[in-house]
């Protein structure tokens, strides 16, 4: 059966001739036996609540998982699916993609990522069994990891985190094939890898990845032990390719004619590329058919439940809740109108939003009482309380940000964790792999410009709220007052498809909103459209001032100073700009009119501000890192201010 799975391997990459067959041949066995003896799961029903979740986090051993996938007989891959492998249209990418798969829990090929997110989606199942029990959540995350997924940094975060919140439920099968690109792993490292695992407390095994009754003996001894647990399978890269095998050659290269015949006679494989002998097809199939027994236990132990109301409703879509949720609170500001700062504005949003969507779980990197993200609702996520709601990730950006994406991707629950938003770059890249995701996970990211103040450029950020704009279906809000804050909360928790981030400011801001809102539904959210008129100008419009953030009352500032002028300014909000370039051309048209001077007004790069604005506005930014000293001064020093703006629009207009 294993034999199997390296035959489609070579063969689909020598058809591509591009592609990995190293890691799929060498952990052939050890998938055979997991996918055999160990992974439950329906093929029928790939989304089955219930099931347990397969990360190939060593996602360039695609083909492992497409040929698993199709053997046991998912409704895809089809066999023409792995015929064209890595080919357009093909739901066989060069990665496992989630978004093309039903079968595959997540994107993987950023080394380390996929157990990161295998961390998160292990604390999911927790968190659900604590609620739900055992007959309805009882599963466990096994991922497949390389070298490369073992020496990436976010692997001492993720296991940081797992073993402190002893996981036994997730298992981590190590490709310990001491090979990575450029040669042997002992080229670039002399590290004990399990003696690293066990300092983070978790428990190691090590097995002889070709020896089927070896590597169960070392996967029951990691089901029996507490611990998350790490099974060092001793492999041979490209296993059956007699002539390259155990070495690099074979991680990333086709094997060629020559060798994939030698391989046909070294395994004793006589079928065609892309032919399975009816017997074996036949094994592999009757184990795919076993899963649905398990399922229809599961269905039925879930229909004889009391709790089955709740946990439906626990996995369904927050996407409607969101608005509801919030509708009192923001009649409220709208009365009150506070001067609050917008992280903590988003603080009293999530008071609301966490009491009536059991799904959010929230968290921080070691940044609680500055990200303002935790509520009264959200008790501490444990070892030894996983009904919590509020996960301390520590000081581990990165691997906060992959778990939330692994959290999100479980179901059941849906993810928001804050940190500085200038460490944003930290977790970047899970911040991407959110979007090409569709994960819904929200991030906090407060302290937003040089109105952070005092802690100086380190901690200030300039081209971040922009260059997180450039990344594709992420929606980044930077809100201007508490009202906005919270709509922004509503429309990140409605597009569930698309990850949000949330810009917050340290320092207060004034209301900017009020007027109008008292009657204020999800229907009527201004924000929904990206951006909206704030304030109309009275005299003739020659201006229209756009402003994010806690730069929008600098803007009704210099509007005031235009319009005892003379000069009619209207001002915009735009608290998300991929929404308002979403918005219909006759709506940012109206916006935005051509026979207006357009103005930007963002304390951050102005690279990107001329799609707004047009190549003939003025972008008021800061285009250099910022300094230490209080916000007051820092924005009059760098020319936030209807004293420093009003001087350049008049210049502009040739006055
Ligand atoms: C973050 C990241 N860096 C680099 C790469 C490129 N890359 C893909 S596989 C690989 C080597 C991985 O070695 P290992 O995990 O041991 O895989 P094996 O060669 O054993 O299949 C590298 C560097 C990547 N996919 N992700
Ligand atoms: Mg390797």
Redesign the pocket.
């Known amino acids: 059966m294993a034999n199997t799975i390296r035959a489609l391997s070579m063969d689909a990459v020598q058809a591509a001739n591009i592609g990995?067959p190293?890691?799929p041949m060498?952990m052939a066995d050890v998938a055979t036996v997991l996918w055999s003896d160990y992974l439950r799961f329906d093929p029928a029903d790939p989304k089955w609540p219930d099931r347990d979740r397969f990360v190939l986090s060593?996602?360039?051993?695609s083909m492992l998982t497409y040929a698993l996938l199709h053997l046991t007989g998912y409704a895809q891959p089809t066999m023409d699916d792995i015929r064209n492998f890595r080919q357009l249209g093909s739901p066989c990418a060069g990665?496992p993609e989630n978004f093309l798969l039903e079968g595959v829990e997540c994107t993987t090929?950023?080394?380390?990522?996929g157990l990161a997110m295998a961390v998160g989606m292990a604390i999911a199942e927790r968190h659900l069994n604590a609620k739900f029990g055992d007959e309805l959540v009882n599963h466990r995350t096994w991922a497949i990891?390389?070298?490369?997924?073992?020496?990436?940094g976010i692997n001492h975060e993720a296991i940081g985190l797992a073993g402190h919140l002893g996981l036994g439920n997730l298992i981590v099968l190590w490709?310990d094939?001491?090979?990575?690109?450029?040669g042997a792993?002992s080229l670039s490292s002399s590290e004990d890898v399990p003696e690293r695992y066990r300092s983070a407390k978790w428990h190691t095994v090590s097995c002889d990845g070709h020896d089927p009754a070896d590597i169960r003996r070392a996967i029951d001894e990691a089901l029996a032990d507490p611990r998350p647990s790490l099974v060092a399978c001793q492999t041979i890269?490209g296993k059956g390719a007699p002539n390259k095998q155990g070495t690099?050659s074979?991680?990333?290269s086709p094997l060629g004619a020559d060798e994939v015949a030698a391989a046909r006679v070294e395994m004793g494989w006589e079928a065609e590329p892309f032919v399975v002998p009816a017997d074996i097809l036949a094994d592999w199939r009757a184990l795919g058919a076993a899963g649905a027994e398990a399922n229809i236990a599961w269905q039925a132990r879930l229909e004889a439940s009391a709790k089955k109301a709740d946990f439906e409703q626990q996995l369904s879509s927050v996407a409607d809740k969101a608005a509801p949720a919030l509708q009192d609170f923001i009649r409220g500001l709208a009365k009150d109108q506070p001067k609050v700062a917008s992280r903590k504005a988003s603080e009293m949003a999530l008071g609301p939003l966490t009491e009536a969507l059991p799904q959010l779980i929230g968290g921080s990197a070691d940044l609680t009482g500055s990200n303002n993200t935790k509520t009264s609702a959200t008790t501490p996520l444990t070892a030894s309380s996983y009904d919590g709601r509020y996960l301390y990730y520590g000081i581990r950006e990165f691997g906060m940000a992959a778990a939330m994406n692994g959290l999100s991707l479980h179901g059941g629950v849906v993810a928001y964790g804050g940190t500085f938003l200038v460490f944003s770059d930290y977790a970047r890249?899970a911040i991407r792999m959110s979007a090409l995701q569709e994960t819904g996970v929200v991030y906090v990211m407060t302290h937003d410009s040089i109105g952070l103040g005092e802690d100086g450029p380190t901690h200030q950020p300039v081209e971040h709220v922009m260059s997180l704009r450039l990344i594709p279906n992420l929606n980044v809000y930077r809100p201007a007052d508490a009202i906005e804050t919270a709509e922004c909360w509503a429309l990140a928790l409605q597009t569930t498809e698309t990850p949000s981030v949330l810009a917050l400011s340290r320092q207060n801001l004034p209301a900017v909103r009020g007027e109008g809102d008292a009657e204020w539904t999800g229907q009527t959210n201004r924000s929904a459209k990206g951006g909206y008129l704030l304030k109309p100008a009275t005299a003739a419009r020659k201006v229209v001032l756009v402003a994010t953030g806690s730069e929008v009352s600098v803007a009704v500032d210099t509007a005031k100073v235009l319009e005892e002028q003379g000069i009619g300014a209207d001002v915009v909000s735009m608290p998300c700009v991929e929404l308002f370039q979403q918005a219909d051309q006759a709506y940012r048209e109206e916006l935005l009119p051509a026979d207006a001077l357009i103005v930007s007004i963002e304390a951050g790069v102005t690279l990107g501000w001329q799609a707004v604005t047009g190549a003939n506005g003025l972008n008021i930014g800061l285009d250099r890192f910022g300094a230490s000293a209080p916000a007051e001064v820092l924005f009059k020093h760098f020319g936030f201010s209807a004293e420093a703006i009003v001087p350049q629009i008049l210049a502009k207009l040739g006055n």
């Open positions: 990995h190293g890691m060498g060593a996602g360039h051993g990665h090929g950023p080394l380390g990522q990891a390389g070298d490369g997924c073992m020496m990436e490709d094939n001491r090979i990575t690109i450029d792993v890269i690099s074979v991680h990333g890249n």
